[in-house]
């Protein structure tokens, strides 16, 4: 891998790492919004997904600053958990917590769907510190 290659890599992970830790922390505070708010925010498939999104955001970020063997994989079900939760978010149309969930949660997926591909790109393991 030449220099440009590894730079950009360690961008991407860079990158990821920051949005992951960015949807995490937003996920938790759309969580409290909507046990806050009741009613359909706090329907329990809503809540799941919030859950769920913040608890792998923060698994990806600790397997990216940690170079764990299972980044990749962690970070493809990441994204795929981040758009659940941005599709879940979207159906509150009038509420601006919840776009803001939604947008954050789209960021973030894109991210680690980029990383993913990355690494299937490479042909090998990303690592931030090699």
Known sequence: MNEAQRTDRENLIDRCIQDCRICHSVCVA????CLR????HADERHIIALQDCADLCKLSEDALIR???????ICRL????????????ES????????LCAETCRTCADS?????RASEAYG????SFS
């Open 92 to 99: 509150f149309k009038d509420d601006r917590s919840m776009a």
């Open 112 to 116: 680690c769907r980029k990383l993913s």
């Open 37 to 40: 708010m009741g009613g359909e």
């Open 124 to 127: 090998s393991r990303l690592t």
């Open 30 to 33: 759309t969580l409290s919004h």
């Open 78 to 89: 990441c994204g795929d958990v981040c758009i659940s939760c941005a599709e879940s978010c």
């Open 67 to 73: 170079s764990s063997d299972m980044m990749e994989r």
